[in-house]
């Protein structure tokens, strides 16, 4: 076992950070990278606060990967539309869309509900080069768990629709992978987005 | 709480602690952030002994009253050996993810014709289920998994009582896991034909738990007996005791008397009702099965993960359960 103190690969800066997280920040140039069986530099977005938002703020960190989804065969029982064959154009069985999947530790349904809505309604933000003062939630999901992640987001869209989903066939392909902190304010409600 | 290794911080030279099993540390006194190169380990937690030798004896001598034990083993019954140790076992989390779509077929009878319904089913498992597994040879102990995961977590007393050695391998543990969640999901899930399944499972780091047990050793009549209690609670966890022949035989004239008055009640019933007498059948068999079971293995009672077989309230359960699938799941009697 050996314990190194964190650099940053970019500007070779040491990190400092009084919380533990997988993903590390540098505060000098804004590198985001991980280090899992070795370093590698993280493609990062951060979105802007609205204006009007609350003090309570905390960033949220998303893994929002840009797939394609190729539909062989759906069967389902109860008719109904198919959620994703609809987002493509007319006639088509394959499309591209973003499937977002939260990476930060939270409630089961939550992370579902929260999946799903950015995933089938991406959410318009702008983005800042900086975290500010604001503090962010620690990243506890792993790029390739995410990517699992997004499987599970694409069964989901076709399967929460009218009809019962009784057979799925697909293929799909995840092209890249970005960590998008997404600002939200703490409410006694739970995180509610403030972009 | 892990085991904690106590290390210098590479930038200012400050005594931090490293978490066995984590990767990353904040030290303490320059604020920087610390990385874990190398085997990353395995968090090992050890949970503090709760209970004296008298609180096992006493909670062992309870435990040596209850069910079809020998009725005069609480009075003849003598402790002769009650030490602690400590066994090791995995423990994980996994988080479940998916979809499990299919049918359940119910078939209903009106009295003239039957017929079956299909009924679609598409069930989201979107859990997290706990898993733990001995890691090392049990022995003759009865014990497979954790069944506590509450209580107060020690460093001293894990130095001090003898522990089993771990001998099993983390990623054997791993394996198992993410095959108890996926056949815990498909129970849950309650899908009895699958047509489309797609489920992602995602275990969590892996601890080695080392847990308090009693063991009791006892004598009744000149043969050993063996029962464990758990260190944290103080309830028996396991045990061999010695069954009583009277109530072997009770069993056997009891439940050959009901059983074959509802197999006769099932013949007389035949010709006017068919479900009633096919319920008598089926009723009379598990008792009779049931009365076998007992009767067969009442000799020695056991509580407990044994790999042989005492007799166990659960194997009625079984029997019934098994019996009466096809009237739980499909309502057919006919399949039975």
Same mark, same amino acid.
């Given at each position: 076992m050996q314990v190194i103190q964190v650099k940053c690969p970019k500007c070779g800066n040491p990190i400092y950070s009084k919380q533990k997280d997988t993903v590390f920040y540098c505060t000098t140039c804004g590198t985001m990278h991980i280090r899992n069986g070795g370093v590698q530099v993280l493609d990062v977005e951060i979105g802007d606060f609205n204006k009007n938002a609350p003090q309570d703020r905390v960033y949220v960190p998303f893994w929002r990967m840009y797939s394609t989804v190729v539909i062989n065969n759906v069967r389902s029982e109860g008719g109904g539309f198919q959620k994703l064959t609809s987002w493509f154009r007319e006639g088509d069985n394959s499309g591209n869309l973003f499937i977002w999947v939260p990476a930060s530790e939270m409630e089961i349904e939550r992370f579902k509900n929260m999946a799903m809505d950015f995933t089938l309604n991406p959410p318009p933000y702008n983005t800042r080069m900086d975290f500010g003062t604001v503090p962010r939630l620690p990243t506890v999901m792993r790029q390739e768990e995410a990517k699992e992640m997004a499987d599970f987001v694409v069964v989901t869209i076709e399967a929460e629709k009218p009809g019962v989903l009784q057979y799925l066939d697909y293929t799909l392909t995840v092209h890249d992978a970005k960590l998008i902190y997404l600002p939200f304010v703490s409410t006694q409600q739970g995180l509610v987005p403030a972009f | 709480m892990g085991i904690e290794v106590g290390l210098n911080c590479p930038a200012c030279s400050g005594a931090i602690k490293v978490v066995e099993g984590?990767?990353?540390?904040?030290?303490?006194?320059?604020?920087?952030?610390?990385?874990?190169?190398?085997?990353?380990?395995?968090?090992?937690?050890?949970?503090?002994?709760? !209970?004296?030798? =008298?609180?096992?004896?006493?909670?062992?001598?309870?435990?040596?009253?209850?069910?079809?034990?020998?009725? @005069? +083993?609480?009075?003849?019954?003598?402790?002769?050996?009650c030490y602690p140790i400590y066994i090791p076992f995995w423990?994980?989390?996994?988080?479940?993810?998916?979809?499990?779509?299919?049918?359940?077929?119910?078939?209903?009878?009106?009295?003239?014709?039957?017929?079956?319904?299909? !009924?679609?089913? =598409?069930?989201?498992?979107?859990?997290?289920?706990?898993?733990?597994?001995?890691?090392?040879?049990?022995? @003759? +102990?009865?014990?497979?998994?954790?069944?506590?995961?509450?209580?107060?977590?020690?460093?001293?007393?894990?130095?001090?009582?003898?522990t089993f050695e771990s001998t099993t391998s983390k990623d054997d543990a791993f394996a198992h896991a993410k095959e108890s969640a996926m056949a815990n999901a498909r129970s849950d899930a309650h899908v009895p034909h699958i047509t489309f399944e797609n489920v992602h499972v995602f275990p969590e780091s892996m601890s080695m738990v080392y847990y308090p047990i009693w063991v009791v050793r006892y004598t009744y009549r000149d043969r050993m007996y063996l029962n464990t209690v758990d260190g944290v609670t103080g309830s028996v966890l396991s045990g061999r005791a010695p069954g009583d022949p009277l109530f072997q035989s009770l069993a056997v004239t009891a439940g050959t008397s009901i059983g074959g008055l509802l197999g006769a009640t099932g013949i007389i019933v035949a010709s006017s009702s068919g479900e009633v007498a096919i319920g008598c059948f089926v009723v009379g068999l598990i008792i009779m099965v049931g009365t076998y079971l007992f009767f067969r293995g009442g000799s020695e009672i056991t509580e407990g993960d044994f790999s042989d077989r005492g007799f166990k309230l659960g194997d009625l359960k079984n029997v019934a359960s098994q019996l009466t699938q096809g009237r739980v799941g499909g309502n057919n009697w006919g399949d039975i």
């Open positions: - | 984590e990767t990353t540390v904040n030290c303490q006194y320059c604020g920087s952030m610390l990385f874990v190169e190398g085997d990353a380990g395995v968090t090992t937690i050890s949970f503090k002994n709760m !209970i004296t030798r =008298e609180t096992a004896v006493i909670s062992s001598a309870s435990w040596w009253k209850k069910g079809f034990k020998a009725r @005069d +083993l609480k009075r003849v019954g003598q402790v002769t050996e423990s994980t989390t996994t988080r479940v993810a998916g979809w499990i779509c299919g049918y359940e077929e119910r078939t209903h009878s009106d009295g003239k014709r039957t017929y079956t319904e299909r !009924i679609p089913k =598409e069930e989201l498992i979107l859990r997290d289920y706990r898993f733990s597994e001995i890691a090392c040879d049990p022995g @003759d +102990l009865g014990i497979r998994k954790m069944r506590n995961i509450d209580g107060e977590t020690a460093l001293t007393d894990f130095q001090t009582i003898p």
